[in-house]
């Protein structure tokens, strides 16, 4: 994957010199401020934010993913969004995976964002799905096939949208019950981005702007890269059942694997193939000088199939794969350092410790709950409608649909 065009850039490659990148804090997520930023729906968001303003933003945004949060979700909340979802909204017989697990991860990421819809509106879950599809967009725009400036045009357009239809009632709705409790009276606040922001709004300083756009940036960040995993895990897990059916019910059945497959499918197709990094300063990668002002491609391909770390077969997916105490089961997909993805628990749990099996109260994570259901429905690739991937950015990891097929068992 090459640098964004007008920029000096150079390629990193391999476990050692993708990780130390990510773990540098020499090196920047933001690329260019007025290019890419500025007007742009992620303008001073955390996703873009470094040093000392990153760490307070994320001090204040991590008393969320509490251990009692994602056990709300995994054992309770994701199962009945599972169910729900493929009982009342997904064909029977054949329909895509991109659009299944934008209808599985919408109602989650609104849950976290702190966005009110209708839950048993199908009509609300495709138009959310819209603003993802778009939202999307705006934020790979350092990757995207476009004019940088029609991009963030497009993204004020369509949050404005967005701002209408949900976001504006449900921060007021929020704001309204975070001024009762203020007052002294006993009132419960609900557990998300939004609710979070607005109790802290008058000690960060953050606009009510930027508490709209931080808040989408959780709704959009959670449900798209989630809808890819699923998908990609799927397809991985197509063929490797064909050359090992007894797996297949071991999907189903074995929610430790079912995992290991997500992991792996991380790992061998990340929904980022090339992270993009900007030196701040002269500096030093794993030994290799980085001069300030360049752009470092970091070859996350490359990172999550050296067969120094995870043995020479390290290019085919195997979620048997036994991968070394220390070494992340799904590589660099995750990012390191201080750009963490703050929701990898949420959304695709702990990882599992080699040659032990997982305790009671381990979590798996909402993607390998949503692939168990779909394989316990006999999902499979669509005999005559083949996949389209997503060409809107470099990132060729990524699907625009996937058809699929029932067999309902």
Known sequence: MEGPPGFESITLSGYAEVRGA???????RSLDYERFEKGNLKEDTLS??????HRERRRMENKLFRRDMFEL?????????????LEAFVDPDESDL???GGLFSVVLACRIAGVDFDRNSIEDRHRLRYFLHHFALGGAIDAAKGDPEEIKAQMRTVFAEFR????????????????????????????????????NQATSGMSTDLIERESTLFFSAGSHTSTQTLT???????EWCREHPEDR?????????????????????????????????DTEVAGRPVRKGVVCVLDTISANTDPSVYGEDAHLFNPTREVPDGVPPYGMSMGAGMHFCIGRTLAVGLPQRRGVTPPANHLYGMVPIAVRGVFERGVGPHPEKPPLPDTKTRRWTRWLSYPVVFNGS
Not at 22 to 28: I, K, Y
Not at 48 to 53: D, I, P, R, Y
């Open 232 to 238: 990609n895990t799927a397809h991985h897990l197509f």
């Open 73 to 85: 979700y995994e054992y309770e909340l994701f199962p009945d969004v599972v169910a729900h979802t």
């Open 164 to 199: 209408t239809e949900f976001m504006t009632e449900s921060r007021k709705s929020r704001a309204a019950t975070v001024e009762r409790r203020a007052t002294g009276e006993e009132v419960d606040l609900l557990y998300d981005i939004l609710t979070t922001l607005l109790v």
């Open 22 to 28: 990510l773990t540098n804090h020499d090196l920047s």
């Open 48 to 53: 873009v934010l470094h040093g000392a303003q």
């Open 98 to 100: 991109m659009e299944i």
């Open 249 to 281: 019910e071991r999907v189903v059945e074995d929610p430790a694997f079912a995992q290991r497959a997500v992991h792996e499918a991380l790992r061998v197709r990340p929904t980022n193939p090339g992270i993009l990094r900007r030196a701040l300063v």
